[in-house]
C-alpha cells in the first residue's frame, strides 16, 4: 500500500468513529429522556393508584389483631374449657392440665399440654 491509501484509511475510519460517537450520545439521550418519562408515568399512575383508594379509619394495628390468619385456637372458642384451665393455672403443670381436660372433656374437646401453654402464653403476653 501507498502512504495516501493509509491516510484515506485512517481519515475514514475517524469519521466513522465521530459518527458512531454522534450516534452514541443521541441513543444515550434518547434512552435517558424515556427513563425518566417511564419514571413519572409510573409514579402518576402510583399516586393516582394511592389516591383511589377508599380513606380506612381504622387504625393499621387494630385492623390486623381482629384478621388473624388461620383459625381460632380451640380455647378462644370454648368459654368452659377456659374456665376450666384457668382454675388450675397456677396449680398444675401444662402436662396434668392437659391430663385434667382429658379426664373431664370428651375426645373433641380435649387439648395438649403445648396448646395450653400457648394460650396462655398469649393471654400474659396480651
Keep these: ?12 475510519a475517524q469519521r466513522d468513529l465521530e459518527n458512531a460517537r454522534q450516534l452514541n450520545e443521541a441513543a444515550t439521550l434518547a434512552v435517558n429522556r424515556a427513563s425518566t418519562a417511564l419514571e413519572h408515568a409510573f409514579e402518576g399512575c402510583s399516586k393516582a393508584a394511592i389516591n383511589a383508594l377508599p380513606v380506612c379509619e381504622t387504625p393499621v394495628t387494630d385492623h390486623r389483631k381482629l384478621h388473624r ?24 403443670t401444662y402436662l396434668e392440665k392437659a391430663n385434667a381436660v382429658a379426664d373431664y ?7 395438649s399440654k403445648s396448646s395450653i401453654r400457648a394460650w396462655w402464653q398469649r393471654k400474659q403476653n396480651g
Excluded at 372433656?105 to 387439648?111: G, L
Design 1 to 12: 500500500m501507498t502512504g495516501y491509501d493509509i491516510r484515506h484509511d485512517i481519515a475514514t
Design 69 to 92: 390468619s388461620g383459625r381460632p385456637a380451640k380455647i378462644d372458642l370454648d368459654p368452659e374449657l377456659q374456665a376450666f384451665i384457668r382454675a388450675r393455672i397456677d396449680r398444675l
Design 105 to 111: 372433656f370428651p375426645a373433641k374437646r380435649r387439648v
